[in-house]
């Protein structure tokens, strides 16, 4: 028998039967929504529990696995991370034992959806940092596993999570590295395809095409439904909310240089054919290396997140018991609305029974008083009857007597009205206290009435407490159940792996020895990054050092500076009271007598003196242009300097042709009776001069107009 041929026909028929798994990675916002929903148009299955879509989010939907989603956000919120968290995870503790009860989940959920679909695509962008933990599952399952990975601007990326999260673009564009840096690490030498958002936009067929090659997909049927739908009806340049160019990317000053880099690499693979690049993995070390030096600074951003993140949360907490305070005191306030309406209906009533009985009281006062108006009149009578029984006789008294009687009774007869009267408001009062006392029962029967709906709320909410509680306890029960189903189909599935475990170690023994050589030469590429550094290091210590010095240099020049300027504008206020004494009438009318004075004291000194000034106007009335005077003035320097030599303007032409070896003219009694100097002659640089002055010197000038002042300098 042919040990080895049934070995290989048993190789052959496992390969038929696995199943094919495409896994869509990528950052959020980059487009992984649209491209997961081309493989649904490619014939690929995304399962029946799809996230559904939300208005200014996703409006035509996610295409994510809800089961999938759940399990990766209790994945992170173990880990102590989030998605939004730009600290990266801890890799190895995912394959560890503390997570093996979430693998075998993991593993018993996706072989749940693959028995319904011969291949089976899932998208969710917290896969990208969780691929450690999901490679173990693909491992355990024997899958043929594929991955897509979306390429999208980080600026592109950055601004829709801006707008829809309120992130710095900053943040941004680290997320976006590190899910990106996440995903190509974790599938280096993995079959796997990079697809670019903006060309599924812009030529959508071409790339269906495209990823249909890399995973060995039958090729899109352009003029079928599901392609036609996915190109005219689901893609729509709104999709992409934030445009933005690439080299923008460079400009922006957002993305460190690793971002750049690893961008431009993954882009560049977005553009190649499918299966070009699978034997050309991506060198990260640069990428690895920046974004390690950054990792102490994203973990403090991540620590202010996540305080913000609290202080947000009790933000809210105490916004959602504000506002449940808001709607009981809105409740007790039309409770008590309710209830003061009632009593001022009850008040108004009362008071219109005092009204009516007030009138009926004024009604009864008006018959008292007309009562005793009669019984005023009648004693009047009495009266005039009383005169005149003097004078009648018993037939009077008789009369009176009868009208006493009539009297009597009228006011008898007025008495009982008034007890009656008394009587019926008494009745109408007593009617008024009992329907107040009604009206208070009543107020306090909806007050109870309000207490025992607060009691049936809570009895209801108990209820429904318990109501959950028994639903927990039939999850739990449901959960019981998967896991011994899922320990049924382990055992099953145990001598089914047994072979594939066996090739699988005998690959393993070949990779750790690929890993372990790899391993030395990332030590050596470290140990060179770690010197490199900490040269990196000392060179911005020596830099900061050293500007420091130049910063106390600068100082130092700047007040050098501050205290020349102060200096030279104390020499320019001197020059001009000086000046103003030369110009005044009192100065050239005592010129004569300091001439003479000089004669006294050094007659050589003054004939020097008094014949250079004398020579200085003769000069000056010279009928010849400056530029000549000029040129004259040179050869006569160079024909007989020793006539010349102890005059300024000889040494000042002397130095810029020779250098510095002559000081400037001492500014003191020297030419103190003499006129200003011919600009012709005496300027700081002669105006002739052709070799550049070594030390130069400026002084003060007025601002000359050519039209005005004909000096051929001006001119030129």
């Known amino acids: ?97 503390s997570y093996s009860r979430e693998r075998r989940e993991a593993a018993q959920l996706l072989a749940d959806k693959l028995s319904s679909n011969e291949t089976f695509a899932f998208k969710d962008p917290r896969t990208a940092v969780l691929l450690p933990f999901w490679r173990c599952v693909f491992e355990d399952l024997d899958l043929e596993t594929h991955y897509l990975i979306t390429v999208r601007n980080p600026i592109e990326t950055a601004a829709s999570l801006e707008k829809r999260d309120g992130f710095p673009l900053e943040k941004g564009v680290l997320l976006w590295a590190k899910h990106m840096l996440e995903a190509v690490r974790a599938t280096q030498q993995e079959q796997r395809l990079f697809v670019s958002f903006d060309r599924v936009l812009s030529n959508p067929v071409a790339e269906l095409q495209r990823v249909a090659n890399g995973l060995g997909l039958p090729p899109p049927d352009q003029d079928g439904d599901a392609v036609r739908e996915y190109c005219d009806e689901f893609l729509d340049p709104a999709l992409r909310h934030s445009l933005v160019g690439d080299k923008e990317l460079r400009r922006s000053g957002l993305a460190s240089p690793f971002v750049i880099e690893l961008y431009d690499a993954v882009n560049e693979r977005a553009a190649q054919p499918a299966g070009e690049h699978e034997a050309d993995p991506i060198d990260l070390s640069a990428v690895e290396t920046g974004f390690d030096a950054v990792a102490p600074v994203l973990g403090f951003a991540d620590l202010i997140d996540g305080r913000r993140g609290e202080d947000l949360a009790r933000l809210k907490d105490a916004q959602r018991a504000l506002e449940k305070a808001r709607q009981e005191k809105k409740a007790t306030e039309e409770a008590r609305a309710q209830s003061d309406a009632a009593l001022t209906d009850v008040r108004n009533q009362l008071e219109a029974l005092k ?21 005023d009149a009648l004693r009047i009578q009495l009266a005039e009857a009383a005169e005149k029984a003097e004078q009648e006789s018993s037939a009077l008294r008789n009369q009176l007597a009868e009208a006493a009687e009539k009297a009597e009774q009228e006011s008898s007869a007025l008495r009982d009205r008034f007890a009656e009267a008394t009587e019926k408001a008494e009745r109408e009062a007593n009617a008024l206290q009992k329907r107040l006392t009604e009206a208070s029962e009543q107020a306090k029967r909806e007050s109870d009435a309000w207490r025992d709906r607060f009691a049936e709320a809570n009895e209801r909410a108990e209820r429904e407490f318990a109501a959950w509680r028994d639903q927990l306890a039939e999850a739990t029960e449901k959960l019981e159940e998967a896991q011994a189903r899922e320990t049924r189909m382990r055992r099953q599935f145990t001598e089914e792996f047994a072979s594939a475990r066996e090739r699988a170690d005998r690959r393993v023994v070949a990779l750790k020895a690929t890993v372990s050589e790899r391993e030395s030469e990332l030590a050596a590429s470290r140990d060179e990054a770690a010197k490199w550094l900490h040269q990196s290091r000392e060179m911005e210590q020596k830099l900061r050092s050293s500007q420091a010095r130049v910063k106390s240099q600068a100082d130092a020049l700047q007040e050098l500076r501050r205290e020349r300027k102060a200096q ?128 130069p010197r400026a002084r003060a000038l007025a601002f000359c107009l050519p039209q005005f002042h004909p000096i051929a300098e001006n001119k030129a």
């Open 355 to 375: 009204r009516s009985n007030a009138a009926e009281i004024g009604i009864l006062a008006e018959a008292r008083d007309a009562a005793e108006r009669n019984a």
């Open 568 to 695: 030279n504008r104390d020499l320019l206020l001197l020059r001009a009271d000086a000046k103003a004494i030369r110009h005044s009438t009192s100065w050239r009318l005592t010129a004569p007598v300091r001439a003479v004075g000089l004669l006294i004291r050094s007659p050589g000194e003054g004939v020097r003196r008094i014949g250079g000034a004398a020579a200085r106007r003769a000069w000056r009335l010279l009928p010849m242009p400056a530029r000549a005077r000029g040129k004259l003035a040179g050869a006569l320097f160079r024909v007989a300097p020793f006539l010349f030599g102890w005059s300024s303007a000889y040494k000042a032409w002397r130095e810029a042709r020779e250098g510095p070896g002559f000081p400037p003219p001492p500014g003191g009694d020297a030419d103190a009776f003499a006129p200003a100097a011919d600009p012709e002659i005496d300027y700081g640089a002669p105006l002739v001069a052709t070799t550049p002055l070594l030390r």
């Open 1 to 97: 028998m042919d040990v080895q041929g049934f070995e290989e026909d048993n190789q052959s028929a496992a390969a038929s039967n696995r199943r094919t798994l495409v896994v869509v990675l990528g950052m959020h916002r980059s487009g992984s929504s649209a491209i997961a929903r081309g493989l649904e148009a490619l014939g690929v299955g995304l399962g029946d529990n799809l996230m559904p879509p939300a208005d200014g989010n996703n409006e035509k939907g996610f295409f994510e696995d809800l089961d999938i989603y759940e399990l990766n956000e209790r994945l992170l919120e173990r880990a102590g991370s989030a998605w939004h968290r730009l600290t990266p995870l801890e890799a190895q503790a995912f394959a560890g034992p």
